[in-house]
């Protein structure tokens, strides 16, 4: 079974910055896309960015392109999410997301395990 396990989050000031952590378990890290969501108060949970199995390929909603960049350690088992620039909008719960597929979907369907979850607040 998989597990994932996010940290990284807290409360920041807007124009700060943040690294979210996500470290998985259970299977081959290395051969699976990973992706980070998140669900702010009253709205569903949308899609943040995306990594490939290897890294090479990253994708990023438009909101957050520019100011978040998300990257992948295959050696440890952990993809990470760099967060400048934060603003207000930003907060929510972020989610970790492992897909069946090498390449990272836009779509929660395309992800089969998920993290907890981990609070970010940006407070102005």
């Known amino acids: 079974q998989v597990q994932l396990a996010e940290s990284g989050g807290g409360l920041v000031q807007a124009g700060g910055s943040l690294r979210l952590s996500c470290a998985a378990s259970?299977?081959?890290?290395?051969?699976?896309?990973m992706g980070w969501f998140r669900q702010a108060p009253g709205k569903e949970r949308e899609f943040v960015a995306g990594?490939?199995?290897?890294?090479?390929?990253?994708y990023y909603a438009d909101s957050v392109k520019g100011r978040f960049t998300i990257s992948r350690d295959n050696a440890k088992n952990t993809v990470y999410l760099q967060m400048n620039s934060l603003k207000l909008e930003d907060t929510a719960i972020y989610y970790c997301?492992?897909?069946?597929?090498?390449?990272?979907?836009?779509?929660?369907?395309?992800?089969?395990?998920w993290g907890q979850g981990t609070q970010v607040t940006v407070s102005s």
């Open positions: 997301a492992q897909s069946p597929y090498s390449q990272a979907p836009k779509l929660e369907s395309g992800y089969h395990y």
């Open positions: 259970g299977r081959t890290f290395s051969s699976y896309a």
């Open positions: 990594i490939s199995f290897s890294g090479g390929t990253t």
